[in-house]
């Protein structure tokens, strides 16, 4: 069992407090690396580290030896979360010297992210249905069924959707009201009329269990929200019964690409109905919450489908050139 957390208590407790403070009232939550620092300080206070002139390159060394990573992406993103204190609390004078020297590792064999069609997305929610209910865990199937819905069809990151409530949900105009997400924003959500009735049939079957109170979870088992971990590994499990076949270089199905999905579907529908998508990304950002289209990209894996339908749109726009030039001349 873990330890509860009382708070930074080393040396570098004011820093860390200032320093993500300052990044919060910037709109950034965070929270990834308030763990890591909460690791960098829990262990400064096992070392018995008194000062912050004690806090040098050997004792930061030490620190990430101590929290050995399985990835460099991992460790990269541990060591950039201690490397963007150090220099945030360097250019305010709370250090003398930068005791950070270790550089990041290098990012090899970067696999692909697993991307769901509509075919296979509905294998997945046709299994989510057909979860049976347990003590702790009632209208078990509809429950993960509509949440893995939510997630493939609108791309709400698992975190917004375990905080859902029923205020948040306007049937009557279609809209999801996502509230203080990621980057300390909310948002309109609009769905279509397949995830209205979807919604409504789970709203109904809830109804006949328990009392739908508007500020109560739209998504609970026991008053409180589906922890996280909880929906991972209930997709890991289905996934695992589906026995899906992982094309060379992608990576095993992980949840967050049900959201990753959503993206790339929504660029090919672009592409498809002959939309540039080049005037559209901005929406797509801000549809999934991002701060900037910069980070939707990320999402834009290059598929074959996307790779013909660029194709076809380059030979349509070429052979119309061409055809421009014979005329001129």
């Not at 993500?20 to 096992?46: H, I, K, N, P, Q």
């Not at 209910?133 to 949440?147: E, M, V």
């Not at 026991?222 to 026995?243: A, C, D, V």
């Amino acid at each position: 069992m873990k330890s509860a957390w009382h708070g930074f208590q080393s040396p570098l407790a004011e820093g860390i407090r200032d320093f993500l403070d300052s990044r919060r009232a910037l709109g950034r939550s965070f929270l990834t690396e308030e763990y890591a620092l909460r690791l960098l300080d829990a262990f400064l206070v096992r070392q018995n580290v008194r000062s912050i002139g004690d806090i040098d390159a050997k004792v930061i060394e030490s620190f990430l030896a101590s929290r050995p990573r399985n990835t460099p992406r991992s460790y990269n993103n541990l060591v950039s979360a201690v490397a963007r204190l150090f220099a945030w609390l360097a250019e305010r004078s709370y250090l003398t010297d930068f005791p950070l020297r270790m550089q990041t590792r290098r990012e090899v064999s970067k696999r692909l992210p697993f991307l769901f069609g509509p075919d296979l997305a509905r294998k997945l929610l046709a299994s989510a249905e057909n979860l049976k209910d347990t003590k702790i865990a009632p209208l078990r199937g509809p429950t993960y069924r509509t949440i893995f819905a939510l997630l493939y069809g609108l791309g709400l990151r698992v975190g917004e959707v375990t905080r859902l409530r029923l205020i948040d949900l306007d049937l009557d105009r279609s809209l999801l009201l996502i509230r203080q997400t990621k980057f300390a924003k909310s948002r309109l959500i609009p769905f279509g009329p397949r995830m209205r009735d979807l919604l409504e049939e789970y709203l109904r079957l809830r109804s006949n269990r328990w009392p739908c109170l508007p500020e109560g979870l739209l998504f609970s088992f026991s008053g409180g929200p589906i922890n996280r971990g909880t929906i991972r590994r209930t997709f890991r499990s289905l996934i695992e019964q589906m026995g899906l076949e992982v094309p060379e270089g992608t990576s095993r199905p992980r949840l967050h690409d049900l959201r990753h999905s959503f993206a790339v579907g929504t660029l090919l529908r672009w592409y498809r109905a002959g939309v540039d998508p080049g005037t559209r990304l901005f929406y797509l950002s801000t549809f999934l919450g991002h701060v900037s289209p910069d980070s939707t990209a990320v999402y834009l894996t290059i598929t074959p489908d996307l790779l013909a339908e660029a194709n076809r749109r380059f030979a349509s726009y070429a052979a119309s050139a061409i055809q421009e030039v014979r005329h001129e001349r």
